[in-house]
């Protein structure tokens, strides 16, 4: 399915209810997997059900959650648990992400409560695949200093700190309780003082650094991460995990 045959099918009320404020954006969006049907509060389940199977979406990402269930199968999930910062829960590991609680099994099903996208249940395996286990080392580092990070720096700066400094900018109020919502705490030793620390995965904690405008200084903003983030993520999946995070403060207002 197209996102325009989807866009028919759906109120097309432009409510603003969902997270894309939009119909036609919304279709877009999950065409390409990023936002769940479900996220349409005027869509009735039946109307789910029925237009999930012609959604195209996604045939290489439930192909790559395929795979990654395969090799967490490989995995013992007790041994790499307390390593990734989660614990077992009878034979399943249970891990939080963006402060929700996730139930892996040994086959590598996993379960929440709630909407999952496949985005994140990528994320979540490729976190447990990865099975890091260092301790975490208290040194902050810019994305450009993760390994392979240079590589990816203007895609970050482009899709995770611009868009993040926009919402600081047009309403601080609204990011810094969607950031305390996670669990976020003010950070104390950094060279601003609206600084925030948080976990988003219990091994991969970051630090938000926002400086507002002054008179001749436009507003900045700068994420960090610990030094060790890379042995528990690739670039790719930590610039994923920052842009989880905007879309959480961009949907804020709409749940
Ligand atoms: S919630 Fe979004 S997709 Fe649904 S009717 Fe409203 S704007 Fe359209």
Known sequence: MKALDLYKKLPKKNCGKCSLKACMPFAISVIKGDTPLEECPLLLPEEINLLKPSLVQGDWREELI??????????????????????MQGSDLKLLCFGREFFITPEGTI????????????????????AGKDELSGRW?????????????????????????ELFRNDFEKSVTALQRLEATKGKGFPTEDAWTLYLLPKV????????????????????????AD???????IMFLVEGLVKNIEMMDSR
């Open 141 to 165: 580092v810019s994305y450009s200093e993760l390994k392979a990070g240079m590589v990816k720096h203007s895609s970050f700066v482009r899709e995770c700190e611009e868009p993040l400094l």
């Open 231 to 237: 042995t528990f993520l690739d670039v790719e999946s």
């Open 205 to 228: 904690p970051m630090a938000i650094l926002y400086w507002p405008d002054e008179e001749e200084f436009p507003a900045r903003l700068k994420v960090l991460f610990d030094s060790t």
């Open 111 to 130: 379960k929440t409560e709630g909407i999952m996208t496949p985005w994140i249940r990528i994320l979540i395996l490729h976190y447990i695949r990865t």
């Open 66 to 87: 395929l795979k990654l269930s395969a090799e967490i199968k490989t995995l013992d999930l007790a041994v790499i648990a307390p390593g990734i910062g989660a614990e």
